[in-house]
């Protein structure tokens, strides 16, 4: 979500006539995309904004900028501000598509704005420009906000209620950056699974959506994030395994095995009715993978609360897992829970979680070896010279031995070897 909104504001500044700088010392704009989604995002951001300072001193043109989530925060552009006097703009993740405006003005003006919205404008936010940086990979937003309210998580407080937005103007997008070329198209949203319920028309809903767009001619993949577990439906999995377009590597995250965290995290499922998914999942598409998120250590997780997470992991066997170490949110539920777990103890929970998600992963990833797969190539390795990385339908990465001609290309790779999370392979010349 991020990386894409990123794209978008990198979009405002190609259109405006600026070009990316190769290092911060030469950029005329700075911008911050800022996460708040723990603690130790927002420190980072802090260290990073303090450290421009004296460059900024020194070069009093240079425009700053702090959006995303963390100066959606309430107060917290405040707050930026006084310890951060030579901020330049100030905008939050509910008005992104008025960067333009303020930048124009702030060029103008030479005054510092800041300018936080309560509502965003959908329709000026589809006509942005968007600048795609992630060469055979197009993110698309299908909606925005969440609902859900999960009592750890400050989405719901900075991102705003769940806007879906017109399923005509998706299927335009998905079309034409497949038309473009793009061949791996994710869906975004916070929960997916709730695409359509703010729209009067009980014929937009998520896997219509996803009909929709396997519907598109082309050579692609799609796949989506975050499918909240109280809400995906058989309909959607019996789409998807009846789908040419649609990846078989579902993100279901399940964020904590014990049915008494699950409710003091208000997600509205139990892992009986996780595990029936999963189950009704591998019936329909059986060669499907599951990835999820985890939190450790959320306010009265026991050992034995903590035990039901490992064996849920366990018997899911987990494609990967994406771990966090619970983190306070000011003005979420959790946050004023008053059995608070010692970081000590989250850290050997979350490292104990991590050791057995590995010998999972290492397990699944052997069983491909021999076999040959599909694999689309999506970039050169940063790792070594004439390796080519890529991905399988399920979302495992792949690295074999290849030039940069075959990026963006389907090709036949023969598994060799594994190795924990990733694969290596070689062309099948067959
Ligand atoms: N909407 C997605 C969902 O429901 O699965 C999640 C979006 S959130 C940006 C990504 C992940 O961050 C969550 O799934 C959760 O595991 C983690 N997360 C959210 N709030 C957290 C917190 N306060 N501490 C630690 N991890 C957190
Ligand atoms: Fe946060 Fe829950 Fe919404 Fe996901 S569904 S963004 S975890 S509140």
Avoid at 176 to 182: M, R, S, T, W
Avoid at 320 to 327: D, R
């Amino acid at each position: 979500m991020n990386v894409h909104e990123s794209e978008k504001l990198a979009g405002v500044l190609e259109s405006k006539g600026y070009s990316v700088a190769t290092s911060v010392e030469e950029a005329d704009v700075i911008v911050f995309n800022t996460c708040a989604i723990r603690e130790s995002a927002e420190q980072k951001i802090m260290g990073n904004i303090g450290a421009l300072k004296s460059m900024k001193a020194r070069h009093k043109d240079k425009i700053i900028a702090i959006c995303g989530c963390m100066s959606q925060e309430e107060g917290m552009p405040e707050k930026l501000k006084a310890k951060f006097p030579f901020i330049d703009i100030i905008f939050g993740t509910l008005n992104i598509e008025d960067f333009a405006e303020l930048l124009d003005k702030r060029v103008k003006e030479k005054k510092s704005i800041i300018q936080i919205a309560s509502k965003s404008n959908i329709k000026k936010r589809d006509s942005m420009h968007v600048y795609r940086t992630s060469g055979v990979n197009a993110w698309v937003n299908i909606m925005y906000g969440c609902n859900n309210f999960c009592t750890y998580c400050i989405v719901p407080y900075v991102r705003g209620r769940e806007i879906s937005r017109d399923i005509e103007v998706i299927v335009k997008e998905v079309a034409e950056l497949v038309g473009l070329g793009y061949k791996q198209i994710t869906l975004l949203g916070q929960n997916v699974n709730s695409y359509g319920n703010d729209i009067d028309d009980p014929s937009v809903n998520f896997a219509n959506l996803l009909r929709r767009i396997d519907a598109i001619d082309g050579q692609f993949w799609v796949r989506f994030m975050s499918s909240h577990p109280k809400d995906i439906s058989h309909e959607v999995i019996d789409v998807i395994a009846n789908s040419k377009h649609i990846c078989h590597g579902l993100h279901l995250p399940v964020q904590s095995g014990s049915n008494e965290i699950l409710r003091k995290m208000n997600r509205h499922y139990t892992r009986e009715k996780y595990f029936s998914i999963i189950d009704y999942a591998r019936k329909k598409i059986p060669d499907i993978e599951f990835t999820t998120d985890i939190i450790v250590g959320f306010p009265g997780e026991t050992k034995q609360d903590y035990n039901d997470t490992l064996d849920l992991v366990q018997k899911v066997g987990y494609q990967n897992i994406f771990a966090f170490m619970y983190s306070r949110r000011t003005g979420t539920v959790a946050d004023k829970m008053s059995d608070q777990i010692p970081i000590n103890i989250k850290r050997k929970r979350i490292k104990k979680l991590l050791d057995l998600e590995r010998d999972i992963a290492s397990d699944i990833s052997e069983k491909y070896v021999g076999k040959v797969l599909k694999v689309l190539v999506e970039d050169v390795s940063p790792k070594a010279e004439g390796v080519m990385i890529g991905s399988l339908n399920s979302g495992k990465a792949v690295s074999f031995y290849g030039d940069k001609s075959l990026q963006g290309r389907f090709v036949d790779i023969k598994i060799t070897k594994s190795k924990l999370t990733t694969l290596f392979g070689e062309l099948d010349k067959k």
